[in-house]
């Protein structure tokens, strides 16, 4: 099973919004509901955003948002601050009933 | 509260063996479908294995299959991995983490490094 592709980084300014991509195929991303994204600050584990392609767990801040198309999920960052600037991994159920991760990406907030 | 807390790491020698275990409180682990998954240092998460509430189903990755064995002890609330023949490459920080029913990792342990050094 390949990692899904997400960029590997990208930069925004206090309060603009960025969106992450992650590319997966129709045994993964494409064919599930099941996408979730996770936030991990240097030195700590991964933590929970987003669940089922577009849920928040409770108390993930409004600010992001999970959706699909096709093959490809992504989440967007709004009014972005300088606590989002972490790395990002995407994850999608299998056909193969296995998990797979994205590649990672980098947000720098300038 | 919630608790995920792993430990076993450290450092083996390439063809070793290590256990990892996972001791979960807050939450009944009977009733929970559990992962092994791993970071190597600079590196991106990698999904290692799963297995269900009751033991009877378990996955691996290819690039452990054959080499680690996940496993668990309900009435001890734990979760293991043994892990052997290890490589080089297998130098990273290995997480306990539940999976949710809709195919999520809701609880994460704090991790613990697994080095294979000579």
């Known amino acids: 099973q390949s990692a899904l592709t997400q960029p590997a980084s990208v930069s925004g300014s206090p309060g603009q919004s960025i969106t992450i991509s992650c590319t997966g195929t129709?045994?993964?991303?494409?064919?599930?509901?099941?996408v979730s994204w996770y936030q991990q600050h240097p030195g700590k584990a991964p933590k929970l955003m987003i669940y089922?392609?577009?849920n928040r767990p409770s108390g993930v801040s409004n600010r992001f948002s999970g959706s699909k198309s096709g093959n490809t999920a992504s989440l967007t960052l709004s009014g972005l601050q300088a606590e989002d600037e972490a790395d990002y991994y995407c994850s999608s159920y299998t056909r193969s009933n296995t998990q797979v991760f994205g590649t990672g990406t980098k947000v720098t907030v300038l | 509260d919630v608790q995920v807390v792993e430990s076993g790491g450290g450092l083996v020698q390439p063809g070793g063996s290590l256990r990892l275990s996972c001791v979960v409180s807050g939450f009944t682990l009977s009733g929970s479908e559990m992962n092994w998954v791993r970071q190597a240092p600079g590196k991106g998460l990698e999904w290692l294995s799963y297995i269900s509430s009751s033991g009877s189903t378990i996955y691996y990755a290819d690039s452990v299959k054959g080499r680690f064995t996940i496993s668990r002890d309900n009435a001890k609330n734990s979760l293991y991995l043994q892990m052997n023949s290890l490589r080089v490459e297998d130098t990273a920080v290995y997480y306990c983490a539940r999976r949710a029913p809709s195919n999520y990792f809701d609880y994460w342990g704090q991790g613990t490094l697994v080095t294979v050094s000579s």
């Open positions: 089922d392609v577009t």
């Open positions: 129709s045994s993964d991303v494409g064919g599930y509901n099941y």
